[in-house]
Nanobody
Framework: GQLVESGGTLVQPGGSLRLSCVASGFTFNRYNMRWFRQAPGKERELVATIVSSGGVTSYADSVKGRFTISRDNAKNTVFLQMNSLEPADAAVYYC????????????WGQGTQVTVSS
């Protein structure tokens, strides 16, 4: 299985970005999907989670009200819409497929860089 993120770039404070993560090689709709981020010198942080059906989402307090996670199971894709970006949001963003069952594998993407600067 594979996850490929895209959409990271340089954006000004207050701007918006939409990250995408396309899955292949596994049954996407049987996985909860998560976005993590890691800034230089900091631990990887869970940003947002969406359950396999898309019906439930959760967010880190630091992004609540600004970020929205969504998924399109027909296209094997998960999204992260990021609004009102702040310099503190700058990081490498990683997509993660979290298995529902113990026999399933877990998958990580390679990451996409988000830079927030004027």
């Amino acid at each position: 299985g594979q996850l490929v993120e895209s959409g990271g770039t340089l954006v000004q404070p207050g701007g918006s970005l939409r990250l995408s993560c396309v899955a292949s090689g596994f049954t996407f709709n049987r996985y909860n999907m998560r976005w993590f981020r890691q800034a230089p010198g900091k631990e990887r942080e869970l940003v947002a989670t969406i359950v396999s059906s898309g019906g439930v989402t959760s967010y880190a307090d630091s992004v609540k009200g600004r970020f929205t996670i969504s998924r399109d199971n027909a296209k094997n894709t998960v999204f992260l819409q990021m609004n009102s970006l702040e310099p503190a949001d700058a990081a490498v963003y990683y997509c993660n497929a979290r298995p529902l069952f113990i026999w399933q594998n877990e998958y990580w993407g390679q990451g996409t860089q988000v830079t927030v600067s004027s």
